[in-house]
Structure formats: structure tokens, C-alpha cells
């Protein structure tokens, strides 16, 4: 099978789940690792630029964003299914 688009990492650990991409965002050119065009546009609008700052600075802040979101979009279409602890119909 063939690959194609962009090939590379955009931090130094790939395999570590952290805060580090948002700190290569912010580094613009002077970082070594991949950037696209998204992240030229993360760096460059100012709403975006924001959010990159903030996470750059605080690890348990993306940790909890993130974390909200996944569940959320992990759950998106899917609520009918969805069991809770208050549901009888689950004990």
C-alpha cells in the first residue's frame, strides 16, 4: 500500500501523550519537526494562537479539555445506546 500526504512527527516523543505539540506549534519555524498547514494557521490566528498558548502552559488544562471531548465526540449518535448509572434497566 502505498503512503502519501505528510510523512514525520510533530514532536520529539510521538509514542508520549502531553502538551509538547502545542509547544512545537508555538515555535513556528524554529521547530524541527513537521508542521502542515494547520499548524501554521493554529500559530497564526490569534483565537487559535490563544488556545495553543494555553496548553502550552498548562498540561492539566489540555489533559481535561481533551478529555471532555473525546467523550463527547466518542458518544456523538450514539446516546440511544449509551448505558447509565442511573438507568434501572442496567442493574
Avoid: I
Avoid at 514525520?8 to 524554529?30: C, I
Avoid at 513537521?34 to 498548562?58: F, I, M
Avoid at 481533551?66 to 448509572?85: F, I, R
Wanted: charged residues 25%; contains cysteine.
Amino acid at each position: 500500500m502505498e503512503r502519501t500526504g505528510f510523512q514525520g512527527r510533530w514532536t520529539q516523543n510521538p509514542h508520549v501523550f502531553n502538551n509538547s505539540y502545542f509547544k512545537e506549534v508555538l515555535m513556528g519555524d524554529q521547530s524541527k519537526y513537521l508542521k502542515t498547514q494547520g499548524e501554521v494557521l493554529l500559530a497564526s490566528d490569534a483565537q487559535l494562537r490563544q488556545v495553543c498558548e494555553e496548553y502550552a502552559q498548562d498540561e492539566r488544562l489540555f489533559f481535561s479539555e481533551y478529555a471532555s471531548a473525546h467523550v463527547k465526540m466518542s458518544e456523538l449518535g450514539q446516546e440511544a445506546n449509551l448505558l447509565s448509572e442511573f438507568d434501572n434497566a442496567t442493574t
